[in-house]
């Protein structure tokens, strides 16, 4: 081991989402609908109070929807403008879950070279744990004039770059945290490096690009989004808002927000169904009896 | 202290390794592509790719006629996107420790509110931020503290994922030992879990001084503050055709202001471990 | 029966750390026959677990020779002739306990026909053919380690290093799993290398106890068992094993005190 693989374990975990994550209902467990209950029931009162509470309000004090729109006036451009934003949420979304494969394979690749070469991961990593903490989203004016305004892949291409980070740097943390005992039985039974690789590093490292999707899926949409304000196409979710809000039509412009939101959290969802397939065998999704 | 001096020199020397790799690669691809004639992924011209001692001097040359150069302009963006971004870090910082504290103490208020912090983050700030400017407005906020709100946006999210969870980690016998000593909610708060919880505080403050830059830049862009990094990069990226070593420069200038703010927290970070190691010991 | 297994003559191992050297071990000389069940007992800092990682090559002397099998201990490793349970089990959680008694078997090309009876086998062999497919998690402390001690020996290893593998369990597991141990041992025929701290587990499981010494590590005794090789519960109480306990007990303080310690 090195220096530098202090500097792994000293980066940030990302997996912001892992709190939440526990209090889902896990494979095996029974949950009676008392329990479940008692879980969201809080969440659920708390929605209705905050919508009840907003619409009053905006209502009673007479607030212009320029400045905030009441949730009647957002569900009702919801409605009427569906085809619009829903066709302009599947173009952003394509151009995220693009830019998601490619940043994340590319991520992947890099990692398993890292854990294999010590000197690359020695020169790679601290650049990347650098380039990590710059606002990337500042490259879009760059890619939209290398690879076209209007093309998509100039979009891709920052939601590529945004999510390469964060995988490649817990990926490759994964795959370097593994119990010493582990490493010295393989070594006891003369395993070759790649064997290491594929029975431990792999297994072992897992959890932590799991957990490194599940935020990337949620960021690669925002990214899109970000990217889609320095121009291009006028039927994408980014554009959309924008305009809206320019001419203060926000009503529209939250609706497309709803979409923008339902589209994350919906990726996010997949990406845990996943991570539940390939990973039954996780600490956090044992039932607790 | 020789070990620190020696680390520092291999990652100076690594910084430069880098920088020069980069140089060549980009360099090297223009060389190469020009002379295949290759356009593919991207062209190698000038326009396009400017060549690397050219965005370089374009920093120190003058921004505009007999102006000051183009790298203090940009600094002096950087400076007021950073002071954005940093109110923005406290503003979040503030409320997200305070939602930790909240949801330790009331499992009630977790249960109703956690769903929605996390719901929160997937919804684009872009999208937010011309709401936010206009509330700012309606309050008589200065436009560039409506910007740190979006900002404080971003920042506050990890902060409160990473306090409740460093609120949780102490042992439970911890916890005991401290009900043994029929010792105060708040005095078990601040004598065992707060400092049970700085690691994670700090590693989210690294996370939030990152993404407090980028609420920064990208609340800039619909507020339509002028003078910013932000700003610039919008304008920068309309004359990419005629200037493109700008857009690159200022670019370089916003990749240095996030990394600048993340080694500040971490420089804090560091300093406090030592001198709690100090106490320790 | 009197082949050499393990043979050390003066063997050393220093550490070197950020302020200087450290000398685990020095000067051992020992002899492991064919059948041999051997225990090293010690002081922590004596280099009991160095000597058992010396024999597996998971470190390698300094000074001194070293020969397991009639060969180096990197060819013996690469060879397979050993197999090896740690204190923690070790047990790979995404694999079944059935699949992580193959893990060996896959590792050395064992034809994919021939594992799963293989590994039932030693599940037999440790009584845990019930459990075969649950994971690892689903199991007590001391079943997880019957399967690691199950996973050392699916690959028929002459020799079995086992390093404090009980030392995490409680007193009634511990005493079911000396028993267990033993009853392998005799129907396996593998010698055996066990590193503990307890004196009572060495000596109801050795045919010897190495007695060794910190600073630097040393063996300053060898005391053979000289109780027959079918032991049980009644064994603990015999008087010869009260004196043979007291025996190892002497010779740990007389090796402190000779080691110039406190």
């Known amino acids: 081991m090195t220096e530098r693989d202090d500097l792994i374990r000293e980066t940030p975990e990302t997996d912001v989402f892992a709190s939440f994550e526990g209090d889902l209902p896990t494979i095996g467990r029974r949950s009676s609908p008392g329990r479940l209950l008692r879980r969201y029931l809080p969440a659920f009162i708390a929605f209705l109070t905050v919508i009840l509470v907003w619409e009053g309000l905006t209502r009673l004090l007479g607030v212009e929807s320029f400045v905030l729109s009441k949730p009647s006036e957002i569900l009702t451009s919801f409605t009427e403008t569906f085809t619009t934003i829903w066709g302009a949420g599947m173009r952003t979304l394509l151009e995220a879950a693009t830019g998601f494969v490619i940043g994340t394979s590319l991520a992947v690749a890099t990692s398993l070279a890292a854990a294999r070469w010590v000197g690359f991961r020695d020169g790679m990593l601290p650049i990347a744990i650098a380039l990590n903490a710059t606002p990337i989203a500042a490259l879009a004016p760059i890619f939209n004039s290398w690879f076209g305004l209007t093309n998509p892949f100039s979009k891709m291409a920052v939601v590529a770059v945004v999510v390469y980070f964060p995988v490649m740097i817990n990926t490759t943390r994964g795959l370097l945290e593994v119990d010493p005992a582990e490493l010295e039985l393989m070594r006891s039974m003369a395993a070759t490096p790649a064997e290491v690789t594929r029975r431990i590093r792999i297994p072992r490292a897992l959890p932590y690009f799991f957990s490194s999707i599940k935020v990337a899926s949620v960021l690669s949409l925002i990214a899109a989004i970000i990217a889609e304000y320095f121009g291009g196409p006028q039927n994408v979710l980014g554009q959309y808002i924008v305009n809206r809000a320019q001419l203060f039509q926000f009503p529209d412009a939250w609706a497309a927000i709803l979409v923008a939101s339902i589209l994350g959290v919906t990726f996010y969802l997949l990406i845990l169904l996943a991570e539940r397939r390939l990973m039954p065998w996780h600490v956090s999704f044992r039932s607790s009896d | 202290m020789g070990g620190a001096n020696r680390r520092i020199a291999r990652t100076g020397l690594s910084i430069l390794a880098v920088v020069v790799a980069f140089v060549l690669l980009w360099e090297g691809y223009k060389l190469i592509w020009t002379a295949m004639g290759w356009e593919n992924p991207v062209s190698p011209d000038d326009r396009t790719m400017p060549h690397t001692w050219d965005i370089f001097l374009t920093l120190l040359r003058p921004a505009q006629r007999n102006g000051p150069p183009f790298i203090l302009v940009e600094l002096k963006a950087a400076l007021m996107t950073l002071r954005e971004a940093f109110v923005g870090f406290l503003i979040g910082g503030a409320v997200g420790f305070g939602l930790g504290v909240l949801f330790v103490r009331s499992t009630m208020a977790e249960r109703a509110f956690m769903p929605y912090v996390v719901a929160s983050q997937t919804v684009p700030i872009i999208a937010i931020a011309p709401m936010v400017v206009v509330w700012g407005g309606r309050i008589d906020l200065p436009q560039w503290l409506s910007v740190s709100l979006i900002a404080a946006y971003l920042t506050f999210f990890p902060v409160a994922i990473n306090t409740l969870r460093g609120l949780r980690s102490p042992q439970p016998t911890a916890m005991e030992l401290m009900r043994s000593y029929a010792s105060t909610g708040n005095e078990t708060l601040w004598k065992l879990q707060v400092p049970a919880a700085m690691p994670y505080i700090f590693t989210a403050l690294k996370v939030s001084a990152a993404a407090s830059v980028i609420g920064a830049i990208v609340g800039e862009l619909p507020a339509g503050l002028r003078g910013g990094l932000g700003r610039d990069l919008l304008q920068f990226s309309q004359q990419f055709t005629a200037a493109p070593e700008k857009l690159f420069a200022a670019v370089l200038i916003a990749g240095l202001a996030g990394i600048a703010f993340v080694g500040l927290v971490t420089a804090v970070e560091h300093r406090w471990v030592q001198a709690n190691r100090r106490l320790i010991t | ?262």
């Open chain 3, 1 to 262: 029966m009197s082949s050499s297994v393990v043979e050390a003559r003066g063997v050393g191992k220093t550490f070197g750390t950020g302020d200087g050297q450290i000398v685990a071990l020095s000067g051992i000389d020992l002899q492991i026959h064919q059948g041999d069940f051997i225990s090293l007992i010690g002081p922590s800092g004596c280099g009991k677990s160095t000597l058992l990682r010396l024999i597996g090559d998971l470190v390698s002397p300094t000074t001194g020779t070293l020969v397991v099998n009639g060969k180096t201990p990197g060819q013996a490793r690469l060879d397979r002739d050993y197999g090896i349970v740690f204190q923690s089990a070790t047990l790979l959680d995404w694999r079944s306990v059935q699949k992580n008694v193959e893990l060996p078997l896959e590792i050395m090309d064992f034809p994919s026909e021939e594992r799963p009876a293989r590994a039932r086998e030693m599940l037999d062999l440790v009584q845990l053919d019930a459990f075969a497919d649950h994971f690892p998690w689903q199991l007590s402390g001391g079943m997880q380690q019957r399967v690691a001690i199950a996973r050392a020996l699916a690959f028929r290893p002459s020799l079995l290093l086992m390093d404090e593998p009980f030392g995490a369990l409680d007193e009634m597991t511990r005493e079911a799993m000396q028993q267990e141990v033993l009853r392998v041992w005799r129907e396996t025929g593998t010698s055996v290398v066990f590193v503990t701290h307890s004196i009572p587990e060495a000596v109801f499981l050795s045919t010897r106890v190495v007695v060794m010494s910190p600073r630097p590590g040393h063996i300053s005794d060898e005391i053979v068992v000289d109780l027959p090789r079918q032991r049980d519960q009644d064994t603990r109480e015999q008087s010869k094993y009260f004196d043979l306990v007291i025996e190892v007990r002497e010779a740990l303080r007389k090796g402190e005190k000779g080691g110039g310690a406190l």
